[in-house]
């Protein structure tokens, strides 16, 4: 087992043995949030005809030379169209079709004008101002051709990707297989959150965020319960998660007190201990072991050490789990609007709120508070061997991807 790994050794470890889930097909009402399996391509193209985008008269700019308010061109009206209506009759010179918006344009007409620059007749049509060619035509294939990749894979579907995909004719899409992951907090002192709460008590925090954490990301958060600090307990309820998940994440225990029961829970269970401590501050007591293929990652069980741990861990196995890149951190850069005193020999990942080029810190760090986490939306990454910093320090920013 490897140990004391820089953060980027520990990240590669860790996803050189993921890859993407398997693929499925959903019905687009289940498609927001998903992560698409293959390009998707138009099948044909958008608009899949040329299109009136106005509602007024289809004409032949050529008619209109020279007309204004004054000398109206009149044209005689041979037809008339919705949208949803197929043309049939062709515009030949000295004639116009009454058209609506969204309108197949009927051949031979090369312009349309806004019906408020006519009369708005019905027989014949005056029109008080000049086109050119092509004024006012949405040719067909305007929006896309067919062929045109529009959507990569790996992108995670938006609403606006899901409307693209209904406008292509898709009832269903291809996308990744979320991501299964079980998420298990140890911890004798830990009580649900709901049940009374005894003295030495704590409530479980850690196996809340985590999940919440995992469906903002995408993933599945399977059903995986407290546990004690039992090690039997634990390996056999990580054995049978292992069976039907693709990541299993336990918090707490990994330290090195008497109930730091991961020392024992992962050779009980036969784990192969990939490696132990990331040399980042909080959380860099943890484990990474892989039972039989299956992904454990054992972060620290203090929540800011946890949710920290899980943002530049369990985020990169994310992404390749899903398939999806933009799950990646995007990384940034910032300046203090808040010093941070304290030195820092080790690398440290401070929470904080990002916002105009600045980083506000909250008043505590503390990895055993949780407390001022809920209101922030970043990382600050403090290399190691960096000292006090002041207001306006320059600093590596990773906002939560979400
Ligand atoms: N002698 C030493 N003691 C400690 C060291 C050390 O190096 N030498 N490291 C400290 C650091 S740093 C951390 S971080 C913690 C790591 O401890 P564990 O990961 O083994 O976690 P626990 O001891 O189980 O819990 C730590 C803390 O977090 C609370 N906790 C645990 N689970 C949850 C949960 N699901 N929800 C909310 N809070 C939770 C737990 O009650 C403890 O207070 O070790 C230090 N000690
Ligand atoms: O690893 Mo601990 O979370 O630094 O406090």
Do not use: W
């Not at 086109?131 to 938006?158: I, S």
């Not at 056999?236 to 730091?260: E, M, N, P, Q, Y």
């Not at 991961?262 to 036969?270: F, I, K, R």
């Not at 929540?303 to 999806?324: D, K």
């Amino acid at each position: 087992m490897q140990t004391k790994l820089e953060l980027e050794e520990a990240v590669s470890l860790l996803t050189r043995d993921l890859s993407p889930t398997q693929e499925q097909t959903v019905p687009l009402d289940e498609a927001a949030g998903r992560v698409l399996a293959a390009d998707v391509a138009a099948p044909r193209d958008q608009p899949p005809f040329n299109r009136s985008p106005l509602d007024g008269y289809a004409l032949r700019a050529a008619d209109l030379a020279g007309a204004d308010d004054l000398r109206p061109a009149v044209l005689r009206v041979v037809d008339s169209l919705c949208a949803g209506q197929a043309s049939a009759v062709p515009v030949g010179p000295g004639q116009a079709v009454r058209i609506m918006t969204g309108a197949m344009l009927p051949q031979g007409c090369d312009a349309v004008v806004r019906q408020e620059d006519t009369d708005c007749g019905t027989e014949t049509v005056a029109v008080r101002r000049a086109l050119r060619p092509f004024d006012n035509f949405v040719p067909r294939g305007d929006d896309y051709r067919a062929g045109d990749v529009l959507l990569p894979a790996g992108l995670r579907l938006n609403a606006a990707a899901v409307g693209l995909l209904a406008s292509l004719g898709m009832a269903r899409v291809s996308v990744r297989r979320r991501p299964r992951v079980a998420v298990f907090a140890t911890g004798d002192e830990l009580a649900e959150p709901g049940a009374p709460l005894l003295p030495g008590q704590i409530y479980d925090a850690n196996r809340y965020l985590l999940r919440a954490r995992l469906l903002e990301l995408g993933a599945e958060p399977v059903a995986a319960g407290a546990c004690c600090d039992e090690p039997e307990a634990l390996a056999r309820a990580l054995a049978a998660a292992a069976a039907h998940c693709d990541l299993l994440i336990t918090t707490g225990g990994v330290s090195v007190g008497t109930k730091d029961i991961l020392h024992e829970a992962l050779p009980l269970l036969g784990a192969e201990q990939v490696f132990y401590q990331v040399r980042v501050k909080p959380g860099g007591h943890l484990f990474y072991s892989r039972c039989r293929g299956t992904p454990i990652l054992s972060l620290s069980g203090n929540p800011y050490a946890a949710a920290a741990t899980f943002e530049v861990l369990a985020g990169p196995a994310l992404a390749v789990l899903s398939g999806c890149p933009d799950l990646l951190p995007r990384l940034t850069r910032g300046r203090l609007a808040t010093p941070f005193p304290k030195a820092s020999p080790a690398r440290r990942f401070l929470r904080g709120v990002f916002s105009g080029g600045e980083v506000t810190l909250p008043d505590s760090q503390a990895s055993g508070s949780l407390a001022s986490l809920a209101l922030c939306n970043c990382l600050v990454d403090i290399p190691a061997g960096t000292g006090a910093l002041a207001v306006g320090d320059a600093v590596a920013v990773r906002p939560f991807r979400a």
